[in-house]
């Protein structure tokens, strides 16, 4: 199991930054980890709405289908990605500032099956995909600093 977390200064407001980054349509925008993202069930950011979103994997790609698991809205959205074999939970709450907000993004990836065996060897691939992101999600919410 692989885990990354990191916290995002924006000055966009908590409304807007949420709008933006629980909006899995518009992941390929900002994660350059992911080809392409789709929504498959339900409308927008709502419970139970899945997505399908491809990502490299060694030389091909894969489809990971993800779903929302739990949503308080403008505030918190957890999502459970899936293919056969990898899950990934991730978790991006939202908390409002006096000059904008504070994005949270928390990510755990795990290998499935046969594959299991080397989740203790995830941990600096995980943290490289989760540090590109991170760039791109404070390039996404122009103006915004990472923090430490």
């Given amino acids: 199991m692989a885990h990354y977390a990191t916290k995002v200064h924006t000055s966009l407001s908590a ?7 629980a909006d899995f349509r518009n992941l390929a925008q900002w994660d350059p980890g992911v080809i392409s993202s ?8 709502e419970l139970g709405a899945t997505y399908d979103v491809e990502v490299p994997i060694g030389r091909g790609t894969s489809i990971l289908t993800y779903e929302i698991t739990h949503v308080t809205p403008h505030r918190l959205l957890r999502v459970v990605g899936e293919d056969r ?3 990934s939970v991730d978790v991006i709450e939202v908390e409002p500032t006096a000059d904008g907000s504070i994005i949270t993004y928390d990510a755990t990836l795990t290998l499935k099956g046969a594959l299991s065996f080397a989740n203790r060897f995830l941990d600096r691939p995980f943290r490289r995909i989760g540090d590109a992101a991170a760039e791109g999600l404070a390039k996404a919410v122009e103006g915004a600093i990472l923090v430490p």
């Fill in 15 to 21: 409304r807007e930054a949420f709008a933006l980054i």
């Fill in 85 to 87: 074999r990898f899950r």
């Fill in 38 to 45: 789709a929504q498959t069930s339900g409308d927008g950011v």
